[in-house]
């Protein structure tokens, strides 16, 4: 399990880490591009996996993995319009 992350230009942010999910390692990686300004970026770097993992509920199949990333990006989404302004 490892994991490497890297920001650019202050606002985007990449992250990518191996996961154990249900014994199985899985690869994650994201990329988030920080339009006009680094909140959303933020945001999205310091929660997405942890809300895909969550989601995920230890079931490593793609399946569950496309149902983990849709709920957790749901949430991010309904989290950022939240924000003062939203982003």
């Known amino acids: 399990v490892g ?7 202050g606002e985007d942010r990449m ?7 249900g014994g199985e390692e899985v690869f994650l990686s ?3 591009d920080g339009h006009g300004g680094s909140a959303a970026a933020v ?5 997405l ?4 993992l969550k989601a995920a ?3 490593p199949g793609a399946q569950a993995l ?4 849709s709920t957790a990006f749901l949430r991010l989404h309904r989290e ?3 924000f003062d302004p939203p982003t």
């Open 30 to 32: 994201m990329v988030a």
């Open 43 to 47: 945001h999205c770097h310091a929660h």
């Open 80 to 82: 950022m319009l939240a």
């Open 66 to 69: 496309r149902r983990a990333a």
């Open 49 to 52: 996996f942890d809300y895909m």
């Open 15 to 21: 992250i990518s880490r191996t996961e154990l999910i």
């Open 3 to 9: 994991a490497r992350e890297l920001v650019l230009k």
């Open 57 to 59: 509920a230890g079931d």
